[in-house]
């Protein structure tokens, strides 16, 4: 299937571009005239996403993170952020609710679980050493 | 983000306004414990009703401020949760660690 629009973002891993990420995501987003419930969930789920590759896929260096949106038939919405971080060694552990590496940073293990909450699908494709994929699929319904 | 701090007897009251995302947390929650510290309440309020946006990153500095008023023998009461805040903090079943005061 083809995308209708599309948006592909590359910005580095400083912890102010989180909030960049999260609003371009909605804008991008704001075309399938969504709820104000639906932009918070998209705002959070993207936050918890790049928040991941700077504190885990880029832990002790700067990186670029990649942000694209796609837009399909039927309201169809699927945002991709990717990094070519440290990769997670086991996804399905990253995942566990309340999971957290034990770093000394205060940190709540809720970020996937949230993701996942919020989003219709979230796949995850992560290799050591190369990076992280996280993609996200939410169905937007017409309020028409 | 944005914070206030109210300081009445035992309590700290602490209002939070704007965005919690990770870029800010490490901040916000030094600035809590800098009054904690000083002030030693007994109960630590925070109130979340100026929050427009808020991550996981909220669930852990509350989390984190818990653990500091414990080891103090104080506890935590969380006010105004709405809308996405609350979501979250369901989801973590936060009232099982805090007291969540409904509006």
């Known amino acids: 299937m083809k995308a209708i629009n599309s948006i592909r ?3 580095p891993s400083r912890s102010a571009n989180e909030g960049f990420a999260r609003i371009t995501a909605a804008a991008f987003a704001s075309q399938l005239d969504p709820t104000v419930e639906e932009i918070s969930e998209i705002k959070t789920a993207v936050s918890e996403a790049v928040t991941n590759c700077i504190v885990h896929g880029y832990a002790d260096e700067l990186g ?4 694209q949106c796609r837009l399909y038939e039927g309201g169809k919405l ?37 993701m996942e909450s919020f989003m219709d699908k979230v796949k995850v494709t992560s290799k050591p050493g190369i990076g992280t994929t996280v993609t996200f ?8 | 983000m944005n914070v206030t701090f109210q ?15 990770h870029h800010c947390a490490r901040g916000l929650s ?3 414990d800098f009054k904690i510290k000083r002030h030693r309440p007994t109960l630590l309020i925070l109130d979340f009703g100026g929050v427009s946006f808020m991550d996981s990153s909220g669930l852990a500095i509350v989390m984190g401020r818990r653990k500091l008023m414990r080891s103090m023998d104080g506890s935590v009461e969380l006010r105004h ?5 609350r979501k979250i903090f369901d989801m973590a079943e936060i009232s099982r660690y805090v007291i969540v005061k409904e509006d």
Do not use: H
């Not at chain 1, 990717?82 to 809720?110: C, H, V, W, Y």
């Open chain 1, 9 to 11: 973002v590359v910005f």
């Open chain 1, 64 to 67: 670029n993170i990649t942000l």
């Open chain 1, 78 to 114: 699927v945002i991709v952020i990717k990094d070519k971080g440290r990769g997670i060694e086991n996804i399905e552990q990253a995942m566990e609710p309340l999971f957290t590496t034990g770093d000394t940073a205060e940190r709540s293990g809720m970020g996937f679980t949230i």
């Open chain 1, 137 to 144: 699929t939410k169905y937007i319904k017409s309020r028409g």
């Open chain 2, 7 to 21: 300081n009445n007897f035992n309590e700290l009251e602490v209002r939070l306004c704007g965005e919690i995302d």
């Open chain 2, 30 to 32: 030094e600035s809590i």
């Open chain 2, 81 to 85: 949760l709405c809308g996405g805040t």
